[in-house]
């Protein structure tokens, strides 16, 4: 992978950025996840699912401009081929476009955001977001082009996002995150909505940790993430916990989605490792101690939706660990 950027200007941000890829990956990005080639990732991930692989040639041009009042813009072009190695459906097992290469992808897509005195973690060129103490929130609009360097779908996506974190003494803090989004048009899996699963066992805030990648794809879905963080909670009543200062906290994850027929037709082929959920909704909560020797975090999570639950015990319950460092 080549990547550049050339900032125009810091403080408010403004830069252009320039991004080569061609590699073997997920097909997925989403933020908090451990790369497949990490080796840290690959000693803890759950042995009985299958590792699911692409092929990913990919560029992209972006502009970002910001505002001091906290809203910013970022229109990017940006063209995707995927080549299925592992676990997924291939090109043989898709029915060809009218035109174009299959799973050759074209897009114009612009991402806005308003994020109200958020505070950041910031080098010479790039920046942690450290959050903010009013909502953020993010609108995306992509426009799939058919015909442009032999891209081969036509399609619509529109999502948006709003997420907070806040206090609330004396109960401890509440973070939420609530998203929903739509697909117009018929395209292969990896240009849909494919919600976020875990396969290795460091938990994940961002995704679904006993869904498995590509379990559930849809054209149009809606979501929430509430995590509600105690603080002491019962361990103020143990001496030795509340010596180390131990958290508590719990959390509830949904996700409502639907495919339509036509994407059903396409992409659910024999041997396909997808589902969808018609409408009804996946649940998973959760529970755990936060703080353990400052920065470490273990999670008890439990899948309670849709109903039957999987026969796969490790898709029904699961022991997560992972690093967490407060600011």
């Given at each position: ?233 019962i361990f103020r009543l143990i001496p030795p916990t509340r010596i ?21 037709t396409l992409n659910f082929t024999p041997g396909h490792p997808f ?53």
């Amino acid at each position: 992978m080549f990547e550049t950027k050339y900032m125009f200007s810091r403080n408010p941000r403004s830069y252009i950025h320039f991004k080569f890829k061609n590699d073997i990956d997920y097909g997925q990005t989403y933020y908090d996840e451990i790369a497949y080639d990490n080796i840290f990732a690959l000693a803890i991930r759950k042995s009985q699912v299958p590792v699911k692989l692409l092929q990913i040639h990919e560029q992209e041009v972006s502009l970002f401009k910001e505002w001091k009042n906290g809203f910013s813009v970022k229109p990017t072009v940006h063209r995707m081929i995927y080549n299925p190695l592992i676990n997924l459906p291939g090109k043989e097992d898709i029915a060809a476009p009218e035109r174009g290469e299959i799973f050759n992808s074209f897009e114009l897509s612009l991402n806005i955001r308003f994020a109200y005195l958020e505070r950041y973690l910031e080098t010479s060129f790039n920046r942690t977001n450290l959050g903010s103490d009013y909502p953020i929130g993010e609108v995306r609009i992509v426009q799939g082009i058919p015909g442009v360097m032999n891209s081969a779908y036509k399609y619509t996506k529109i999502g948006f996002n709003v997420s907070d974190w806040a206090s609330i003494p004396p109960l401890g803090s509440i973070y939420y995150s609530l998203y929903a989004g739509k697909t117009f048009g018929t395209i292969p899996y990896m240009f849909l909505n494919i919600a976020p699963g875990n396969e290795i066992y460091y938990y994940n805030k961002y995704a679904f940790n006993l869904m498995n990648r590509y379990e559930y794809i849809s054209d149009q879905y809606a979501g929430v993430i509430f995590e509600h963080n105690i603080g002491n909670g019962i361990f103020r009543l143990i001496p030795p916990t509340r010596i180390l200062k131990f958290r508590q906290f719990w959390n509830i994850k949904m996700l409502f989605g639907s495919l339509s027929e036509a994407n059903k037709t396409l992409n659910f082929t024999p041997g396909h490792p997808f589902s969808e959920l018609g409408g009804k909704p996946y649940m998973e909560i959760g529970t755990g101690v936060d703080n353990i020797l400052k920065f470490f975090r273990l999670d008890l999570v439990w899948r309670v939706l849709p109903q039957p639950l999987p026969p796969e015990s490790y898709k029904r319950f699961g022991v997560f660990g992972s690093f967490r460092i407060g600011f």
